[in-house]
Structures are given as structure tokens and as C-alpha cells.
């Protein structure tokens, strides 16, 4: 009897254990962190870019147009920011997965010839709406983690960031063991391993009560190791295969590979939950204990008529700390309004929009978008990540120009992947380190990034051989960089509280300096240089034809004045390190810590079973009040 009540007790332990895993805090950064290692295709642009020019007969003009629609798509994510502040993060997963297949099967569909030849605003459509899914990937998972672990947050997205980074790296492993050669494959592939992976996350990503955990950021570092061990995988197959060559069978080993690393985080995930199920389990177990052998009583304490007051509500205003636990009601455009009950009306949010709270306090959305420092953000953003993503985007047109051999541009697409999700880990997990230890402000640690992609323009504005394999290294890096350090000046600055729409509005700026480089100057001045050339062969453009330029000069130019942008971009930058200098001098995560604080006490008092895991309660798995 004893023997089987002790089976049927573990068995039920099993089962509480796998739910725990399952429903859990850290199973949730596993699952995010499949998602953005799968939400990358837009950075694998200049991979497939050459197909889509020479089977559609573009110039460059039209393919660099093609280009910032993607980054328009890939960037502007107001819509999935303001869908994931009343609905729950699902929701948004749900309809990124459906755009990301419908947009890049379509594309797919016209490469390979299934249908009839789109038009150019056709195909702006289609890679505008596949690369849109990649912001609602990134508000549904990576916000949600930012929101749950808010005293790591330059943590989370670097390790976020860096996998999606790393996902173009990881992807060319895959689709080569899949389509060998085929990069018409490829496009097909990053239409559907996104979507499946989303739709396969949407009972698991959601916002959960923030707590503080002690070996918190070790488990986040445990994470890192790993990700270092997949980039370094990477980094010497990528090394091996340009040297040697592989065959279908070697590539599918090598993926092989890449897939046991991409899953080495679930075995963190389980330890982590088996030490909290069994610290919880000896915490009940001492708590019945205990009070099996004290005798509680309770008094009542009396209550005279002169000791009942009655508080009205205190009404929601535009500077209420995220801490506050009034009752809001929140609109489709992220504007609070007072209770139902209140006895006064909350202001207008057109009449507080330049009234803005202290900084790191909850602003509006309105408030943070007038507001001088996401001005600052906003025109320093456009230089340094225009200008990086004009060379991303032109990489194969680059190698090309300079006589690099198809697989040499290959190479320079996996070195950006791969030192992409450097710069992301890096500047996350630095700028956390430097600011926790030193309050070394983020928007210096910006400035100094953007200074140093300058060293990147230059390399391809005055090549030599060689050059590009180094530029891939800097830019990739430097671009990676600024992501993380970008996304957390925006949640310390403005809140958490509408951080899906101004984490989105953030990252518009990425189109905005892509159509100003890539399109009006790169592509500009690409095709003028190809005229010239053309014209000087003596030959003539006909209507369709490729127009293509040779020699350093065909992007020397462009390069140049993206270097003076970029300039311009760290100057700009320096003015926010001078308006935010006390603010960063202070305990920004102050009051994360107290909230955390808070939440563990009633936890403890409250204590009945469901765990750390548990969604928050009544609030249909919306962000929880800190």
C-alpha cells in the first residue's frame, strides 16, 4: 500500500514537474530564443537577391526599391505594437506566422516562375508583408521577455537579439542540407520554418509576475556560453566549407550540429525548474510543519464608527509610475483613461502629450513620441543603422562589382550573420555590466558604436582586396550592436508600460535611413556609375536588361556620404549622453526591484501551489502593473 501511494505520489510529481517546464519562465526564453533564430530572413537579403534581379530583370535601383520595402516591412511595426497592447501575445504570433508564409510563398511563386511575372509594386507588397512578420515575432516574444524580466532587460535583448543575428548564419546551414545549391529554396524555406516555429509558441509565450530570481542573470550567462558555442560552430564550418567544399550529405551533418546546439538551452531549462520545484515542495512541506504545531489567534480588531473612511479612487494620470496599482482601461492606441468607478476624469492625453513624466517613469505614447530625446533617438538611429543596412543589403552587388566569386559572397552573408550576433551579445550583456557596475550611460556606449562603423564605410568607399571580408566583420557587428543598446534606452527612458508600440517606433527609423542610403544614394549612384560604364563600352541598355557596374568606383561615392551620415549620427547621439547624464547616474531599477519585492511577500503569504510560472491573474495574460 505504502509502495503504491509513494509510486502514484512521484508519478504525480512528474506530471506537476513537466507542467511547471512546460508553462515556465525559462522554457519561455527557450521557445523566444527558436524564434528569433528563425526570424532573421531579412538579413539574408544579398543571398537571394541575386535570383530575384536576374529573374525579374531588375536593375539596381529597382532591386535597392525592393530592398526598403523589406526593411519598411521588417522595421515599422506600430501595427503589431498596438495589436499587442489588447490582445495577448498569441495573438500577434498568430498573425506574424500567417504574413511571414504568405508573403515569402508568393515571392517564391514568382522566382521560380509558378506565376505570371508580378509587377515591381507587386513584389514591394509581397516582401513588405513577409518581412512585416518579423516585428510581430519580435513584439510577441521579445517584448513579452523584456516585460518578465525586467532588471535584466539589456540581457534579454542581447541574447534575443543575437539569435536573430545568428539566424542567417543558421538558416544557410539548413536550407543547404535541405536544397543544396538551390537558393530559390532558400526562399521557400524562410517562409515556412518561421511560421511553424510561431505557431508551435503560442500556448507558451505570455506575460507572467515578475519576481526576482537569485541566480537569475547565471542562468542567462549559461545561455550565452551556449549561443558563443554555436556562433564559434559556425564560424569554423562556414571557415571549412569555403576551403574544402561540402556535398548534401556534409552539410546535413553540419546542420545536424547547428540543431543539438540550438536545443542544448532546453537542458538549462529543466535544471533551473527541477531546483524550483524542489525548493517549492520543501518550502510547503516546512510551512505544514510548522503550523501543525502553533496555535494561531486571530483578534479582531474593533471597528468604531469613526474609523470608517471612505477613499475615492486616485485617478490615472500621464505620470503614474509603473507601479502604481490603480485600475486602468487601456485603448487600441496605448492612452490610459481612469477607472469606471473614479470620481474624476483622467486629462486628456492630447493635453499632457508636452507635460511628460520624470524619465524611466511611464510615458504615453504621445508623449514619448514629441518628446526631444526619441527625436534624438530617432535621427541618430536613421545614420547609423541606415547606413549599416545599405551595405548588408548590397553585399552581393558589392562582391559582384569587386569580381568576388559567388561563394565568396556566400561567405560575406554568414561573417555579417555571425558577427551580427556578436555585436548583439555583446553590447547587451556589456552595456548591462558597465551600467550596473560603473553607471556607464547607454547612449555613450551608442556613440562609440556608431563611431566605429565609420572604419566599415571606409573599407568599401576605398577597397582592396580583401577589404570586404573585413568590412563584413565590422559592419556586421556594428550593426548588431546598436539593436540592444537602442531597445533598452527606449524602455529605461519612456517605461515598460507601452513598450510594444515605442519598441516598434524605435525600429522605423531602420526604413526611413535604408530609402534615404540604399535607395536615393547606393542605388542612385550604382546605376549612374553602370550608365557611365555601359556608354563607355559603347553598348546600349535595353528594356529588362541587367545594368551592371564594375570596379571600386561603383560604390565609392555612396560610401562616402554614408560615412559623413554617420558622422553626423554620433554627433547627434552625443547630445542625449549630455540630456540623460543624471538620470543614468541613478538607480533606474529601483523600483523594479521593490515591485519584485512585493510580489514575492504575497506570494509567500498567498503561497498556493501554482508557482513562479503562473500567468498573472484576471488580467487575461496582459502586462502586469509593476
Known sequence: MVVAESTSSN???????????????????????????????????????????????????????????????????????????????????????????GGYFMIWLAVTGRIARPKVWQMCLYICIGANSQSFANTGSLVTCVKNFPESRGVVLGLLKGFVGLSGA?????????????????????????????????????????????NELKVFYNLLYISLALAGFLMVIIIVQKTVGFNRGEY???????????????AIVIKEEIDLFKAKKLALHDMSTNTSHINVTVEKPTVTDQSITTQPPKPTTASSSSTSNTTTTTTAAGFSSSDVNDTKQAPSCWTTMFRPPERGEDYTILQALVSVDMLILFVATICGVGG???????????????????????????????????????????????????????????????????????????????????????????????????????????????YSTLYNFGAAASPVGSYILNVRVAGHLYDKEAAKQMKALGLERGKGKDLSCKGVECYRMSFIIITAATIFGTLISLVLVWRTRKFYKSDIYKKFRESAAETELVTRDERNGNGEGSDVKGNSEQPTKH
Open 11 to 101: 508519478g504525480g510529481d512528474i506530471a506537476r514537474l513537466a507542467w511547471q517546464v512546460y508553462r515556465g519562465r525559462w522554457f519561455m526564453v527557450f521557445i523566444s530564443l527558436l524564434i528569433m533564430a528563425a526570424a532573421g530572413a531579412t538579413y539574408m537579403f544579398g543571398l537571394y537577391s541575386p535570383d530575384i534581379k536576374s529573374s525579374l530583370g531588375y536593375d539596381q535601383t529597382t532591386l535597392n526599391l525592393l530592398s526598403f520595402f523589406k526593411d519598411l516591412g521588417a522595421n515599422v511595426g506600430i501595427l503589431s505594437g498596438l495589436i499587442n497592447e489588447v490582445t495577448p501575445p498569441w495573438v500577434v504570433l498568430v498573425m506574424g506566422a500567417g504574413m511571414n508564409f
Open 388 to 498: 549599416t543596412l545599405t551595405l548588408i543589403d548590397n553585399l552581393g552587388q558589392i562582391g559582384a562589382s569587386l569580381d568576388y566569386t559567388p561563394k565568396a559572397i556566400s561567405t560575406f552573408v554568414s561573417l555579417v550573420s555571425i558577427w551580427n550576433y556578436l555585436g548583439r551579445v555583446t553590447s547587451g550583456f556589456t552595456s548591462e555590466f558597465f551600467l550596473t557596475k560603473y553607471k556607464f550611460p547607454r547612449p555613450l556606449m551608442l556613440t562609440l558604436i556608431l563611431l566605429f562603423s565609420c572604419v566599415g564605410h571606409l573599407l568599401i568607399a576605398f577597397a582592396f582586396p580583401g577589404s570586404v571580408y573585413l568590412a563584413s566583420v565590422i559592419i556586421g557587428f556594428c550593426f548588431g550592436a546598436q539593436w540592444p543598446i537602442l531597445f533598452a534606452i527606449i524602455s529605461e527612458i519612456f517605461g515598460l508600460k507601452y
Open 252 to 266: 546535413g551533418a553540419s546542420a545536424a550540429v547547428v540543431v543539438a546546439l540550438l536545443f542544448l538551452p532546453l
Open 170 to 214: 543558421i538558416i544557410t546551414q539548413l536550407y543547404h542540407a535541405t536544397y543544396g545549391d538551390d537558393r530559390k529554396g532558400l526562399i521557400l524555406m524562410i517562409g515556412y520554418l518561421p511560421a511553424v516555429i510561431s505557431m508551435l509558441s503560442v500556448h507558451t509565450i505570455r506575460i507572467m509576475k515578475v519576481v526576482r530570481q537569485s
